[in-house]
């Protein structure tokens, strides 16, 4: 409707400009005047050009100017600045992330303090599992998901000298006491033979396993590692967590090419993006 009106406008304005512009004389300027006439229809300031200046103005700055804003064909001023609407943030397998909006996520790095974990070929397990935690941390809180870290620090969860169970128990109650949509636990993986490697993922006996499928298929996407699937496990994080829960294997600190990569701040960043990503896929699912 408001371009028809804007055409309409145009039509008028060239109707107006036709009536007001003086018409040519069909009788020939005596010999003598001709180039009177001619000096008198283009020297600046002459009373004919004074009225088409205005005429000019009209049809160009009062009905033209504003189509052409209307079309997008006149730039943009900082009087008039063009409105952008930004897009939503995404994960890198272009899932919305805005679907972590107010979700509580706990992020539990395995072991910490007195207990490494696995340790090979130069590489602390307890030190992997944090690095990536923290990495992964701050993307979940970027697509403004509340965080809850088991330990931010080289420690324990528990005070030092509890038993395991302790432990363990110990980062459950934070899940229970923050009311956690989710909880992902982080560790890394140890074997007699130095040949196996890749990434595997956990999930309670009975269970649903789409947060562990979730995550396992994104981080093996984003990382490029072997894939050893998903299975069902007795874990104590898992089997007693009252939360949808999920524990990864992020690859062999046994097997050095695996290490190597572990220690790398570069893999380490594409291990959380790849649990970013999954955790992503898991709730847009729902």
């Known amino acids: 409707m408001h371009n028809k009106k804007r055409l309409t406008h145009i039509l008028l304005g060239i109707l107006l400009l036709t009536l007001l512009l003086p018409l040519p004389t069909t009788q020939a300027a005596p010999p003598g005047h001709a180039s009177s006439v001619l000096t008198a ?71 910490g303090g007195s207990n490494p974990g696995a340790v090979a070929n130069n590489t602390r397990e307890s030190d992997n599992n944090l690095a990536v935690g923290l990495k992964l941390r701050d993307k979940l809180r970027q697509a403004g998901a509340k965080v809850v870290m088991t330990r931010d620090t080289d420690r324990t969860v528990a005070p030092e000298g509890s038993t395991l169970d302790q432990e363990l128990q110990a980062r459950i109650t934070i899940a229970e006491e923050n009311q956690a949509d989710i909880f992902v636990s982080i560790h890394s993986n140890d074997n007699d033979d130095p040949s196996i490697a890749g990434t595997m993922s956990f999930y309670p006996n009975g269970k649903s396993s789409a947060l562990a499928r979730a995550v396992q298929n994104a981080v093996v996407k984003e990382t490029h590692a072997v894939n050893r699937g998903v299975s069902p496990a007795n874990f104590y994080v898992l089997r007693n967590n009252p939360v949808p829960a999920m524990l990864l294997e992020m690859g062999f600190v046994s097997n050095p090419t695996e290490a190597a990569r572990l220690h790398d701040a570069t893999y380490r960043a594409s291990i959380a993006q790849g649990i970013f990503n999954g955790i992503v896929n898991y709730f847009s699912s729902r």
Not at 87 to 102: E, R
Request: proline content about 10%; charged content about 15%; glycine content about 12%.
């Open 41 to 111: 229809s283009t020297v600046p300031g002459s009373g004919g050009t004074g009225l088409i200046d205005k005429v000019i103005d009209l049809l160009f700055n009062k009905i033209l100017d504003p189509i052409l804003n209307v079309f997008g064909s006149k730039s943009s001023t900082a009087d008039s600045p063009v409105k952008v609407t930004p897009l939503p943030p995404v994960g890198s397998d272009g899932q919305d992330s805005n679907v972590l909006q107010g979700k509580v996520i706990v992020i539990d790095p395995g072991h």
